[in-house]
């Protein structure tokens, strides 16, 4: 089975950084769109950022100028840097991925169990 994990959440001071990680394993063929989400209690989960095969990226207008995604494709994993962090940004990180299993015949969408970060003022 194909999981994804992810890890660096923590507690940080206003204006300070944290990054995040996310390692896909399992059978895995092809890993396609890979993004981040966040989700505080009792409100939608919000697209934080995005990143193709290709390595192009997309952000939310909350974020850009901050954060940055990125990926390894040789290693299954995809990373969020996260500078300049405000208290708004609190919540649980969550990774996911569009990813083709080991047969080569079909795409699932998968998610992580999400990443605690916790940003005080």
């Known amino acids: 089975q194909v999981q994804l994990v992810e890890s660096g959440g923590g507690l940080v001071q206003a204006g300070g950084s944290l990054r995040l990680s996310c390692v896909a394993s399992g059978s895995i063929f092809r890993i396609n769109d890979m993004g981040w989400y966040r989700q505080t209690p009792g409100k939608q989960r919000e697209l934080v950022a995005t990143?193709?095969?290709?390595?192009?990226?997309d952000y939310a207008d909350s974020v850009k100028g901050r954060f940055t995604v990125s990926r390894d494709n040789a290693k299954n994993t995809v990373a969020l840097q996260m500078n300049s962090l405000k208290p708004e940004d609190t919540a649980v990180y969550y990774c996911?991925?569009?990813?083709?299993?080991?047969?080569?015949?079909?795409?699932?969408?998968?998610w992580g169990q999400g990443t605690q970060v916790t940003v005080s003022s």
């Open positions: 996911n991925a569009y990813i083709v299993g080991g047969g080569g015949l079909m795409q699932y969408h998968y």
């Open positions: 990143i193709t095969s290709g390595g192009t990226t």
